[in-house]
């Protein structure tokens, strides 16, 4: 829990610590799941995205991302083998390394498109 200031509010170096820290434990989570992302998976969603005329965005890049680790949670969780074929990893991810701005803008829209996203259920099932 965040510790309250004086005056009852949330320290803001606090809230930056656990912000950062919550980034790291998802992106761990990532990093676990590295072996069975899906590179035909990545594919497949690319390539619905491209015949729906979604343009080369962040939000497309994100949606191929979530439809990747959608697969590759299934897949851990079935207890397959790790893929052969892995997925590379997501455009702009060295660059959001290190950035918290940037990692918490691109969390939020991997998250949407896993729950949200027909192409993602689409092409993981």
Do not use: C
Request: glycine share 6%.
């Amino acid at each position: 829990m965040l510790a309250p200031t004086s005056s009852g509010e949330v320290a803001e170096d606090d809230a930056d610590f656990f912000l950062h820290r919550r980034v790291i434990e998802i992106n761990d989570g990532i990093l676990t799941l590295r072996a069975y992302r899906s590179g035909r998976v990545q594919q497949a969603t690319r390539h619905a995205l491209t015949q729906l005329g979604e343009a080369d965005t962040l939000r497309r890049h994100a949606a191929v991302e979530a439809a990747v680790l959608k697969d590759a949670v299934r897949a851990k969780h079935r207890g397959l083998k790790p893929n052969a074929d892995i997925a590379r990893p997501a455009p702009g991810t060295d660059e959001r390394d290190g950035n918290l701005k940037a990692e918490t803008e691109w969390l939020p829209l991997v998250a949407q498109a896993y729950a949200n996203s027909d192409v993602v259920r689409a092409t993981t099932h």
